[in-house]
C-alpha cells in the first residue's frame, strides 16, 4: 500500500470509524504505527482483539503504554521482526489491563526484568497465555504468579535456568490444565520441579524437548519410572482421557506402563504409522480416535493393527487431520466403524478415482447404509462433486461444516437445497467456516429465492 492510500484510507475510513472497530489487525513491517496507529488508540473504545504481526520492535514499548486507554481489550498479540532493546514494565504493563483473556507474544530479547517481584495482590484476568520468545524456566513463575486464572500455557523457548530455584512460592494455578512446552537444554530434574510446584491441575501436557551441545540428557524423558512418580504422585487424576502415540519416546515411557483399565483412556492420537504396530498397549475403552498431521499413510491397510489397537466397532468419533488419506482408505476403514456419530476430515482425497464411481462401489453402498454418521466437518475447500458424493456416502448426515470457494457456493446450496435431493433429507445445519460476508450474502438470497418459489 502506497503512503498516499494509507493516508486516505487513514483520514476517510480509519479515524471516523475508530470508536466502532472490534478487531484491529496489522502484518506490514513497513506501515508507520506511530501514524497509523498510536494516534487513534484512545478513540478505539469498542475494540476487543488488537493484533499486531511483524511490527519493529521500537515501537512496542509506545504501544503497550497506550493499551490502557482500550477499556474492553479482551484478546492481545504482538509479534515482533526484530529484537527489543528497552523492554523494562512490558510484562506489568501488560499484566494490568482490566479484562485481557488471551495474550500471544514473541518479542525477541524481552526478558523478565529482575525487578519484578512475585505478585502479592495484583493479579491479571488472563487465562491462555502463549509466550514465544526465550524465557529461563527459573524466571517463568514469577510471570505465572501473576495469572492466577490461566488455563493454557504454551511457551515457544523455555530455557534450563540462571540460577537454582527450587522453593516453591506460593502460586495457586487451580485452572492451569493444559499446556505446550518446547524445551531447550532443560533437564528432568528442573522440569520436574515445574510440574510438581506449578502444573498440578494439568490434563493435556505436550512438550519438545531439544539439547544443544556436547551433553545430551534427553533420555532423562524416556525414564518410566520417573514419569509414573511425577504423574501418580504429583498430578492430580485425569479427567481427559487422551492418550498420544509417537515413536521411540511413546515406546520407551510405556513399556513399564500404567494400568490403562484403571484409569481408562478415551481418546487415542496417532502421530506415527510405526506406533500402530510397535504398540505394546491396547485400549478397550477407546471411543474417539485421530490420526494427527504428521501421520503418514502406508500404502497397506492398516485395519487389522488399528483394532488390535483399540476396537473399532466402539469409536463415536473419527477425525483424520493427516493430508493424504483418501477417501477410498475412508470408505474401508469406516466398513468397520459401524458407531461412529462424528466425522471430521482434512479433505475429501480421491486421486485419479471419480467420485461416480466409488458411488457405485459395493463397498460404498454398504457403509452408506450402514453407518450412522450426523455430523460431518470438512477442514479444506470442497467442490459439488465431493459434496454429491459426501451426501451418498453419508445420508444421514444432520451437520456439516465445510470451507469453499465463492464459485463453489451457489452449485453446492442448490444442490443441498433441492428438495428432490433425498440424501439431504435430515440435514439441518450447514456451516461454512470461511467467514466472509459475500458468502454470507450469496446464501441468504439462495435461500430466500428458495422460499419464495416454493
Known sequence: MSKSKLQHYLTHIIKPYAYRIELFRLSNPFIDLSLLLLPIMKNLTQLTTLIL???????IEQIVNHLSSLPVLSSLIIISINTIKNHKNIYYKIFRLPILKYCQLLIELLQC??????????FSTIEHLIINHEISIDQLPILLSYVPQLRRLSIGNLKKPKINRTERDSISLNYLTNISLKLHNVNFDDFEILVTNYFRQIQVLTIAIQYIGFYDNSTQYLNADRWEQLISIHINPYRRKDYVLYDELVANIWSSRFDINEDPIHHICIHSTNMIKISIDNFP?????????????????????????????????????????????????????????????????????????IQQNELSKLVSNMNTITKVTISKEIT????????????RMEYLT???????????????????????????????????????????????SKKTSS
Open 53 to 59: 504481526n511483524n511490527i519493529e520492535s521500537n515501537y
Open 113 to 122: 526484568p529482575k525487578s519484578l517481584p512475585v505478585a502479592t495482590n495484583e
Open 285 to 357: 475403552n477407546a471411543t474417539k480416535l485421530t490420526l494427527c498431521e504428521t501421520f503418514e499413510v502406508p500404502r497397506d491397510s492398516i485395519i487389522i493393527d488399528l483394532n488390535h489397537l483399540l476396537p473399532l466397532k466402539q469409536l463415536t468419533k473419527l477425525t483424520i487431520e493427516c493430508h493424504h488419506f483418501s477417501f477410498e482408505q475412508l470408505i474401508e476403514l469406516l466398513q468397520f466403524t459401524h458407531n461412529i456419530h462424528v466425522l471430521k476430515l482434512d479433505s475429501i482425497l480421491l486421486y485419479r478415482t471419480y467420485s461416480v464411481s
Open 384 to 395: 459439488l462433486e465431493k459434496i454429491q458424493l459426501l451426501t451418498t456416502v453419508f445420508p
Open 402 to 448: 465445510i470451507n469453499l470457494y465463492k464459485q463453489d457456493l451457489q452449485p453446492i446450496a442448490r444442490f443441498l437445497l433441492s428438495k428432490s435431493n433425498n440424501n439431504t433429507r435430515y440435514l439441518s445445519s450447514l456451516c461454512i467456516s470461511k467467514q466472509r460476508n459475500d458468502l454470507m450474502t450469496i446464501l441468504k438470497t439462495l435461500i430466500k
